[in-house]
């Protein structure tokens, strides 16, 4: 068993996963996230790191992190030891945060600049959604992970109640309702299109493709929030689509 970080014990600690007061807590975050983005990616953060050191130590390991926006999970795999590298496709996203993490690099998840399995642990955190082929991105870090590596990806399902983003829940009545009452209520546009850089993923069809390729194993798919029986909401066809808010796979590469 490893040894517990200060980020694990300190008075900021997460409640132990699964638990009602760990999904609380996230939660209360994610509310605030458009007043403290930095302390809801934070604790996501810590949050995420977790669940990866319960698989592989993390101390010594090279981590790749797609899609990671400001860098807060590449900055949290660093805190705890890890040889952790940013790859972002989106400018905007490195130049807005104001907190590009050193050696960031600005690279599509389609074609990762990397050898092949370079990586100890290839992780993406809710971009899955954002890609309009799931399945070559998942390829491609399938790619730079070493066999016997890990690869970390979770994503928000459409028909998750926070599938259509800031839009939600009112994408449940057509995701173009739903970003026309986002600028009524707001007076802008809203950051996501449906079709041009959200698409609609679903539990499913996703679970149906990862279980069919010859490259990996699964390890978990689970409800990355739920607080109670994560994983058992996932075998559940129909309710999973709404119920399992955010789903999470944990994969180890395949020995060739």
């Known amino acids: ?44 953060a810590r949050d995420a790191a977790r669940q990866v050191e319960r698989y592989v130590p993390l101390r010594g390991a090279t981590v790749v992190d797609v899609g990671g926006g400001s ?13 952790a590298y940013l790859f972002e496709p989106d400018p905007a996203e490195l130049r807005g945060s104001g907190r590009r993490p050193d050696g960031a690099v600005l690279a599509d998840g389609y074609l990762l600049p990397l050898a092949d399995g370079a990586a100890d642990v290839c992780f993406s955190s809710n971009v899955l959604e954002h890609v309009a082929d799931p399945q070559t991105f998942l390829s491609e870090m399938v790619r730079v992970t070493r066999p016997g590596g890990l690869i970390y990806v ?33 007076g802008r546009d809203a950051k996501h299109t449906l079709g041009e850089n959200l698409f609609a993923l679903h539990v499913g069809p996703t679970l149906r493709r990862v279980r069919a390729r010859d490259d990996v194993e699964i390890l978990s798919a689970r409800s990355r929030y739920w607080p109670f029986l994560p994983g058992a909401v996932t075998r559940v066809p129909g309710l999973r689509e709404f119920a399992t808010w955010n789903l999470l796979l944990i994969l180890r590469r395949c020995p060739r």
């Open 1 to 44: 068993m490893r040894t517990p970080t200060p980020q694990d014990t300190g008075p900021h600690a997460l409640p132990r996963d699964p638990s009602l007061r760990r999904s609380l807590a996230l939660f209360r975050a994610f509310r605030r996230e458009p007043r403290e983005p930095d302390q809801c990616y934070r604790l996501l």
């Open 71 to 83: 860098g807060h999970f590449t900055e949290e795999f660093r805190r705890r030891g890890a040889q």
């Open 154 to 186: 979770s994503f928000t399902n459409w028909y998750s109640p926070w599938g259509g983003h800031e839009t939600a829940p009112w994408h449940y009545l057509g995701a173009g309702r739903a970003r026309d009452r986002y600028r009524r209520r707001t």
